[in-house]
Each structure stands twice: as C-alpha cells, then as structure tokens.
C-alpha cells in the first residue's frame, strides 16, 4: 500500500474519543484489634459517599474535570431527564480533524459568527453544524445523578421537538428518557423514548432523584460556549487551503 502523502486538516464525521483508566493497587486488609474500643465515644459514624458501580465511577471521574460534561449517546440504554423545558443554547460549530499528539482527532471550533464576526473557517469553504444544548441528568445506575449538556445536531433537534410539541409528553422535562443509539454516519438512528418516574423502580430498579437533588446539580448557560481566538482560526483555515 502507497504511503498516504501528509494532510495538515481536513472535515470529516464527527467521532468519540475513548480514555483509559489506571488500574489502582487494592489496599491491604485491615489488621484487627483485640482489645475492645469505644465506638467513638457514642457519636454516629458519618455516611459513606463511596459508591459501587461503573456508572458510578464515570460520573466520580467527570466530577473532577473543570469543563462542561458532554453526553454522549451509546448503543446501550442510558436513563436521562431535562432539566429545563427548553434548550439552554442554540449556535453553530465547525469540525476540523487535526494532528494531535495521540494522532488525528476530530476538534470542534465554535464558529465566529455566533459573536457576529466574520468566521476565517466559513471563509475557507468549512460549513458550521448547527448545535442545540439541553441541560440534562445523566441517571446512574444506583439513581444517582449528574449534570449534563446533551449537544444535539438537527435530527435529534428533530425527534425532542416533537415530543415538546406533543401535549400527552410535554414539557420535556416532565418526566425521563430512556435514550440510545445504532448504526454510524449517515445510517445514524436514535431512541429517545419517555418514561415515567415510577418506571424506573418498577422496571429498571432504580429510585428516581428527588427534586432536590435534582436542584442541587445546577446548571450550564449560554456562558460556557467560548468565542475562539481569531487568529486560531486564521491558522486551521490555512491548514484547510493547503489540503486542496
């Protein structure tokens, strides 16, 4: 097979990035005391935050990151609930592949125009993806929940708008969702199906999150969608007229 020749950027579908987890060392056993001990001079031991559960190590994990938590859509069923009757955000975006130290990945680039400035990516021939945020909550396997912004392009845009439109579901954030996706690219489908609460303990064995935990995960604004630097752009633009 010919050598493919060096591209700098080029537009392609958007993909998912996948992370690797360090395995930790179980710590030793506990050594047990023969002598008898005061249970803590009568005070109620605290209660343990520690959870069971891979979903409950994912949303541990996102917790610790400093930027807003994308959902992503799998071909396993994932339990979710909006926030708010309403989309937070609505502004387009472009997707760029580009060399990375790990290899070549999908970026996103919000496009200018969303600050009504000219977009050097618009300019180059790069058309922006129409993006449209919701604040959701990610129920986890054990009923715990996290905070979410689920980015939807046009056709999931699609599928919520009829259920918000609908007076049996709205508003959508009246109950959940059970949501997952088949097929790649262009042959794309999704299920996006509405749950009642008492859905979740009868058929999943889940306790729904009360209102107030619910309220206590807050929420994303229009404020995390970034303006990116202009001369940024003008680079990745360049990059896009040297592919052709």
Not at 35 to 41: K, S, Y
Not at 83 to 108: C, F, K, V
Not at 203 to 216: C, N, T
Request: charged share 30%.
């Amino acid at each position: 097979m010919a050598t493919p020749t060096k591209r700098a950027a080029r537009r392609i579908p958007r993909v998912e990035d996948e992370d690797e987890v360090t395995p930790v060392k179980a710590a030793p056993a506990p050594v047990e005391d023969d002598e008898d001990e005061d249970d803590d001079d009568g005070e109620e031991k605290p209660t343990s935050k520690i959870r069971r559960g891979l979903s409950a190590a994912r949303q541990i994990a996102d917790s610790t990151s400093p930027f807003a938590q994308a959902f992503k859509l799998t071909e396993h069923i994932q339990i979710i609930k909006f926030l708010e009757p309403d989309n937070y955000a609505a502004y387009t975006r472009h997707w760029i592949e580009r060399m990375t130290p790990t290899g070549r990945q999908n970026r996103s680039y919000n496009c200018l125009k969303n600050w009504d400035k000219e977009c050097p990516l618009c300019e180059a021939g790069d058309k922006p993806q129409a993006v449209t945020s919701f604040n959701i909550a990610l129920i986890g396997d054990d009923g715990h929940a996290s905070l979410k912004t689920w980015d939807c392009g046009p056709k999931l845009l699609g599928i919520i708008e009829n259920y918000a439109r609908d007076p049996k579901v709205a508003p959508i954030s009246k109950g959940f969702w059970l949501v997952s996706r088949s097929g790649k690219g262009g042959t794309t489908n999704y299920q996006i199906v509405p749950i009642k609460a008492h859905s979740l303990s009868d058929d999943y064995d889940i306790d729904a999150p009360s209102d107030k935990e619910l309220a206590a995960l807050g929420i994303y604004d229009s404020e995390i969608i970034t303006m990116p630097k202009t001369r940024d752009l003008e680079e990745i633009a360049s990059e896009l007229a040297n592919d052709y």
